[in-house]
């Protein structure tokens, strides 16, 4: 009897290259720290099933976790040096790169279809975190600019170090300190910016409680066990996890400052995780006067999330915005 093939991740985005999981044997080979962590799944009883389709980590332990990530962006993305700090978030690659593909079809709607590529799109991640993966997942597979921002200086040093440590990333992202932490834009976006796009993964959780019971939540879905003490597989800090307010209060405090740069950014985007949440977005989008609203469904393993995203400008601001990108992008 033949093996079964790999089941397509069909939730994932069309151009996700991840779509057909992960295929082990080739990530040891190129990263051989992965090789502990990897093991048969012994749920899986068709004995049709291949052992290495078998093959899996266990996602709960947050080592396993950040081996992976380093296999995968030596792998796929020409990443060769990367580390975080122990206990900062170490974020799923699939899910994040989703984030990427999602909105480069963002900025296709204005530019003729086409999804406008290198580095004179410039784009915003705002939390960039100690991981800096948006802007290297961004850069290598569309070839875009980053500006990443965060409030904690010892992620910034981390980001720092796994530009120098990749040169191929220093000519597209630089990082820049928020120094008050109350503020999102206000002194990140100046007059001359002219970003194509801003994203943002924002702390989701209002304390450090309520963010150690999702975890539990978590852990015990991916152990099928029960825990009080879990350790979060895929780490994060204070500012990475929670924040007054949570993620109601970010993403309310990020629509009103971004009224006040309409011109400077073509679409602003969020990571929304809590649906019941959108409405009210929704209602203080329209109170500060936005041209257009989108909302975007994106699965995240077993997670629904979506990308919230608005622009100030007309659909003929946008037509002279696009013709913009295609000058740079195209010369």
């Known amino acids: 009897m033949k093996p079964k093939p790999i089941t397509e991740k069909t939730n994932l985005h069309p151009r996700n290259q991840h779509r057909l999981g992960y295929?082990?044997?080739e990530l040891i080979a190129i990263n051989p720290e992965l090789k502990p962590f990897v093991s048969v799944n012994e749920h899986v009883i068709d004995s049709?099933?291949?052992?290495q389709l078998k093959q899996t980590i266990d996602f709960s332990n947050p080592q396993a976790v950040k081996a992976l990530n380093k296999s995968l962006l030596m792998a796929n993305y020409d990443i060769q040096n990367w580390d975080i700090p122990e206990n900062y978030l170490c974020p799923p690659i699939p899910g994040r790169v989703d984030y990427i593909h999602y909105i480069a079809d963002l900025l296709a709607l204005s530019n003729n279809g086409i999804i406008p590529e290198g580095e004179n799109v410039q784009v915003l991640d705002t939390g960039i975190g100690a991981n800096c993966i948006y802007p290297i997942l961004g850069n290598s597979v569309y070839g875009w600019s980053f500006v990443g921002t965060e409030i904690d200086e010892k992620a910034i040093q981390n980001c720092k170090k796994i530009i120098e440590d990749n040169s191929k990333?220093?000519?597209?992202?630089s990082l820049q300190l928020q120094t008050e932490s109350r503020f999102i834009f206000k002194n990140i976006i100046t007059?001359?910016?002219?970003?194509?796009?801003t994203m943002c993964n924002p702390?989701?959780?209002?304390?450090?409680?309520?963010?150690t019971k999702?975890?539990?939540r978590k852990v015990n879905n991916l152990e099928n066990t029960r825990t009080k003490n879990p350790v979060l597989n895929f780490g994060g800090q204070n500012a990475e996890l929670w924040c007054?307010?949570?993620?109601?209060?970010?993403?309310?405090?990020?629509?009103?400052?971004?009224?006040?740069?309409p011109m400077q950014c073509l679409w602003f985007t969020t990571l929304v995780s809590k649906k019941e949440n959108l409405a009210s977005f929704y209602k203080t989008l329209n109170k500060v006067n936005v041209a257009e609203i989108k909302t975007i469904d994106m699965a995240q393993g077993q997670k629904t999330s979506r990308i919230l995203a608005w622009t100030f400008q007309s659909e003929a601001q946008q037509k002279a915005?696009?013709?913009?990108?295609?000058?740079?992008v195209f010369l």
């Open 203 to 211: 702390p989701f959780h209002n304390s450090k409680e309520e963010a």
């Open 169 to 173: 990333l220093m000519d597209f992202i």
């Open 244 to 261: 007054e307010g949570g993620e109601f209060g970010f993403v309310t405090e990020m629509i009103f400052e971004s009224a006040k740069y």
């Open 321 to 328: 915005w696009k013709f913009e990108l295609e000058k740079t």
């Open 48 to 51: 049709s099933v291949s052992e």
């Open 23 to 25: 295929n082990f044997d």
């Open 214 to 216: 999702a975890s539990i």
């Open 191 to 197: 007059p001359e910016d002219r970003f194509s796009l």
